[in-house]
């Protein structure tokens, strides 16, 4: 009986509702949420503010320290996001752009706009690519053939990025990207570049899949001069399932 009536009510309510809004807007309604899903920006809700950490700042002990965490997201990485910002009011852009369309256009930019731009785009992604250590951390389903089809086996993958990693120069990151063909790639950048922007200097340009932050401030409490430790103590950071999305975004 009451079962019924909830039924009759979510009926009729579904009815007016589609009376009031009309089939074309639901229509409308539907595609922009299909548009959201093939829309990167929207995947990771990367905007123009820091989110809130997914963990606490001790949540990835021992491979990451807590002062670290702290340290790189309080400082580091919010003062990307508040240059970011001024940035966007000195050149009056609208944040109705997407931060990808402004990579992707970083040259028309000032120096400013793209160490920050990069440098916000850059950290946000980072934090969401880790989760606390896991044990025998290893990716599955379709990241593992794509990386299995790119480079022959996981091994061999975390071999050639952990040199990426190693072998790059001063400040800067490494990058899983997927290309334009949708091949998955390995690059490198300086600074707080990063694989999306326009730049002659970016060699490998893709979606980023995954990245690492081999700046000194990211490991240097813990590791001092040793970034080799710190990128083998990393991988057992790596959250896949987000890789896997990252993945999955056409
Ligand atoms: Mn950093």
Not at 2 to 21: E, P
Not at 32 to 44: G, I, K, Q, R
Not at 84 to 107: G, M, P, R, Y
Request: aromatic content about 12%; overall charge positive.
């Amino acid at each position: 009986m009451l079962n019924n009536r909830r039924k009759f009510l979510k009926k009729s309510f579904s009815n007016s509702f589609l009376a009031i809004v009309g089939w074309e807007s639901m229509i409308s309604l539907l595609s922009s949420f299909s548009l959201h899903e093939n829309n990167l920006t929207e995947n990771v809700n990367i905007n123009f503010e820091q989110k809130p950490l997914p963990y606490a700042y001790n949540a990835l002990e021992d491979c990451i320290d807590a002062t670290t965490m702290e340290i790189h997201y309080t400082k580091h990485a919010a003062a990307y996001a508040k240059n970011l910002n001024e940035a966007l009011i000195a050149e009056k852009v609208q944040k109705e752009i997407s931060l990808e369309k402004i990579l992707a256009n970083i040259s028309k930019y000032s120096v400013k706009m793209r160490n920050n731009a990069g440098g916000h785009f850059n950290h946000e992604l980072f934090w969401q690519c880790m989760q606390p250590k896991t044990i025998n951390n290893l990716p599955k389903d379709n990241i593992l053939l794509e990386i299995n089809k790119s480079f022959g086996d996981f091994a061999a993958f975390k071999k050639l990025f952990s040199d990426a990693g190693k072998s790059r120069f001063g400040s800067g990151w490494v990058w899983l990207v997927k290309d334009e063909s949708g091949k998955l790639k390995i690059t490198s950048t300086a600074n707080q570049d990063n694989p999306l922007m326009d730049l002659k200097e970016i060699e490998i340009k893709g979606s980023p899949i995954l990245c690492l932050d081999v700046w000194e401030h990211a490991y240097y409490l813990k590791y001092q001069n040793k970034r080799a430790d710190y990128i083998e103590q990393w991988w057992n950071l790596v959250n896949w399932n987000f890789v896997e999305k990252r993945l999955s975004i056409k």
